[in-house]
């Protein structure tokens, strides 16, 4: 098994949308609302610009 980590781009923005969806998606059926459930493409651009965030991949 091989761990990599990269900084996310830009052009992951996509990917971290679907990542986050898939994983606050409980929350927001369970409370009714998840500040981090559905995010747009351009609030994930943003988001990333002002919080660098991590990609950590399995195995590529």
Avoid: W
């Amino acid at each position: 098994m091989v761990i990599d980590f990269k900084q996310a781009t830009i052009e992951d923005a996509e990917l971290l949308v679907n990542i986050y969806n898939a994983s606050f998606y409980s929350d927001y059926i369970r409370f009714g609302e998840c500040p981090e459930y559905g995010k747009t493409i351009e609030m994930m651009e943003e988001s990333m610009r002002k919080y660098p965030k991590h990609i950590i991949l399995c195995d590529n």
